[in-house]
């Protein structure tokens, strides 16, 4: 067994070091290549017995499975650069936005074997979402392999891959929009006096709790909204504000744009 991995920036590093605290696989069976030798040398101190070839195409001969965490516009010059070493049984794993199967056949074989993937960052504390699609010619001892991978990471759903497109609005980009809302929400608690520090955290924990509110329960997110607003109380008046201001439409436009984005670089086009 050989899992080849390319680049090991935020999202390859949070995938390494998860699989091996999992054992998943151990440092024998990895490969690792990215291009900044100080970050190989660096690896290679953290983990003993880390495969680090200085290239690429050393790094993926002979994989089993080739993890490519680069970005997007990268691959095609990548894969164009370790395509001869590529196996007709290496399974090849993208975790890249705008990058579906149709651009691995284009850029590797009519005939490879993908798994098109979305995680995000939460991932780093094992509360991650990895969106995961197969395509064609995969067995079902390769595709629980792949889908453990991200399981070591936190949660994975299986959708189709003409879905994969939204995936980042909902998914991979949202945390960003979360973390805007806790930092105004954290800043309109210091606008009333509470220290920051306590701010952000009170903001935090409400956020983690409402998740699993409605994950446990089971309810619809209005049901409980419901629960909290009491007739002609604060919550009743701060919500009638949002409507004022748009706020579900605001969050809905946002989505609206990042998901267009995706499909124009699926399509290969600059902003």
């Not at 993908?114 to 094992?126: F, G, K, Q, S, Y």
């Not at 991979?172 to 805007?180: E, G, M």
């Not at 309109?188 to 329960?217: C, F, H, N, W």
Request: charged letters at 25%; hydrophobic letters at 40%; a negative charge.
């Amino acid at each position: 067994m050989k899992l080849a991995m390319i680049g090991c920036g935020n999202m390859g590093k949070i995938l390494l070091q998860s699989v091996l605290k999992a054992e998943k696989l151990t440092t024998s069976e990895l490969s690792v290549y990215d291009r900044k030798p100080e970050r190989r040398q660096a690896l290679g101190e953290k983990y003993p017995g880390l495969g680090l070839p200085d290239n690429p195409y050393d790094c993926v001969s002979g994989a089993d499975y080739l993890l490519l965490a680069i970005k997007p516009y990268q691959y095609a010059a990548m894969l164009a650069e370790v395509r001869d070493s590529i196996s007709k049984d290496t399974v090849i794993i993208s975790i890249a936005a705008g990058i579906g199967t149709e651009h691995l056949k284009r850029w590797i074989d009519p005939s490879v074997k993908a798994v098109i993937t979305m995680p995000n960052t939460p991932a780093l504390v094992n509360k991650g979402l990895t969106a995961i699609s197969y395509g064609e010619g995969l067995s079902a001892e390769e595709m629980t392999f792949c889908r453990g991978l991200f399981e070591c990471v936190g949660e994975v759903v299986e959708i189709e891959e003409k879905l994969m497109y939204v995936v980042p609005s909902i998914s991979a980009s949202a945390p960003a929009y979360i973390y805007v809302l806790i930092e105004a929400m954290a800043d309109g608690g210091v606008m009333q006096g509470l220290p920051r520090d306590l701010a952000y955290k009170m903001a935090a924990l409400t956020v983690e709790g409402s998740a699993r509110m409605v994950l446990d329960t089971g309810k619809h997110p209005g049901e409980l909204k419901d629960l909290v607003t009491s007739p002609g109380g604060t919550t009743i008046v701060a919500l009638k504000s949002l409507e004022n201001d748009k706020f579900r439409a605001t969050i809905m436009n946002a989505m609206e744009a990042g998901t267009k984005r995706v499909e124009q670089m699926m399509k290969g086009q600059q902003p």
